[in-house]
C-alpha cells in the first residue's frame, strides 16, 4: 500500500510540476521575457527559466529563441503554445466551476468586434459558447469603430492596435498580419508593380482609420526597411467588408488581414502585391473596462474568446 500511496504522489507531484511549467512557457511568449513572466507570476527569474528547461528536456526539442532583446517561440514552441492556451483554458474553467459549486455563468453579456472577425470568426462558432453556457445572452456588436466600453456599457471589445485608454484592461491575443493584395482584373487593366516606388503609379482602395479620419497609408517593410506611401484612392470606406468587396471587384490595390485574404489568395480571386515586402502586423487585445468588476460571464467569454482567436487565426498571427 505505502508503494501504491508514493506512486499516486509522485504521479500526482508531475502533473503539477508539468502544468506549472506550461503556465510558464506560456507567459514568456506572452510576454515576450523571462524577467516580465516571473512577475506575472510572483515567481524567481531562475525559477521560471528552469521551468522551460525541463520542459524543453522533457519534449526534446527547443521552444524558445533567446536573444539580448526579447525571447520568441520557435515554430515547435508555437505550436505547443497554441495547445498549452487551450489545455490552461480548460484546467482553469473546471477548476473555476469546481470553486463556485453548482452555479455557472448568467446573465446578458454586450460584447464588439471589428466587423470582419465578427463575420469570419465569431458568429460561426458563438453557438458553441452558447451551449457550453446556457444561462448566458449575448449581444454581438460588429463595427470598424472603437467604441467606449464605459460609456456604451460594453462588457468585453476586442480591438486592434495601441491601447492608450488605461479604463481599459487588456489581455494580448497576438499581432494580426495584413497583406497587400489585388485582384486579376486589376492587374490585367493596370499591371503590378514590381517596387514600393510604383504605387504611386497605381490606386487603392482607402481604408478610413477611426482613430485618425483619414485613409491609412501603405505601409510596407523588409529586412529592417521601412517606407510609407499615399497611394492615390479612387475609393474609400469606414467598412472592412466593403473594402473588401472593392478589392475583390478590382477597383485597386487593398490592405487586408491575412485572415480575410488567405481564402480568397488560395482560390485566385486576389493576388500578392510586392510579396517581398511585409505590412506592419497589427496588436490584438481583448479587453474589458477596469471600472467594473469581472463578471463570470466576462471572464468565461474572454477566455472562450482568447482560446478561438488563437485556434482560428494561429497562422496569421505573429507571436509578441
Not at 484592461?169 to 497576438?174: E, T
Not at 485572415?259 to 490584438?284: E, I
Request: charge should be neutral.
Amino acid at each position: 500500500m505505502a508503494i501504491v500511496d508514493n506512486r499516486e504522489s509522485f504521479d500526482r507531484s508531475f502533473l503539477m510540476d508539468r502544468f506549472d511549467a506550461m503556465r510558464a512557457f506560456v507567459q514568456v511568449v506572452e510576454s515576450g521575457s523571462y524577467t516580465k513572466a516571473a512577475l506575472q507570476l510572483n515567481l524567481h527569474k531562475a525559477t521560471v527559466s528552469q521551468q522551460i528547461q525541463q520542459l524543453e528536456d522533457k519534449l526534446g526539442t527547443r521552444l524558445l529563441t533567446r536573444t539580448t532583446r526579447s525571447v520568441t517561440p520557435t515554430e515547435e514552441g508555437m505550436a505547443y503554445y497554441l495547445h498549452a492556451c487551450t489545455i490552461l483554458q480548460q484546467v482553469d474553467e473546471m477548476e473555476s466551476q469546481l470553486r463556485k459549486g453548482s452555479s455557472s455563468p448568467a446573465g446578458h453579456l454586450r460584447v464588439d468586434v471589428p466587423v470582419a472577425m465578427g463575420r469570419l470568426i465569431f458568429a460561426p462558432e458563438i453557438r458553441g459558447f452558447l451551449e457550453r453556457y446556457p444561462k448566458v445572452t449575448i449581444e454581438l456588436g460588429c463595427t470598424d469603430r472603437a467604441v467606449d466600453l464605459v460609456q456604451e456599457g460594453v462588457d468585453c471589445a476586442l480591438r486592434g492596435g495601441q491601447l492608450p485608454d488605461s479604463r481599459l484592461a487588456a489581455r494580448r491575443v497576438g499581432d494580426l498580419r495584413f497583406t497587400l493584395c489585388a485582384a486579376p482584373r486589376y492587374i490585367e487593366q493596370h499591371g503590378l508593380p514590381s517596387t514600393p516606388e510604383d504605387l504611386a503609379r497605381h490606386h487603392q482602395v482607402g481604408y478610413v482609420l477611426a482613430s485618425t479620419g483619414k485613409v491609412r497609408p501603405v505601409t510596407l517593410m523588409r529586412e529592417g526597411i521601412k517606407v510609407e506611401f499615399d497611394v492615390p484612392v479612387r475609393l474609400q470606406t469606414t467598412d472592412s467588408a466593403a473594402a473588401l468587396s472593392a478589392g475583390l471587384d478590382g477597383l485597386g490595390i487593398v490592405v487586408l488581414a491575412e485572415f480575410v485574404a488567405s481564402h480568397y489568395l488560395t482560390s485566385g480571386a486576389l493576388v500578392r502585391v510586392l510579396p517581398d515586402w511585409k505590412c506592419p502586423s497589427l496588436p490584438l487585445h481583448l479587453v474589458t473596462p477596469t471600472t467594473r468588476k469581472r463578471a463570470a460571464r466576462v471572464q468565461a467569454f474572454m477566455e472562450w474568446a482568447h482560446a478561438l482567436l488563437l485556434r482560428r487565426l494561429g497562422s496569421q498571427l505573429d507571436s509578441h
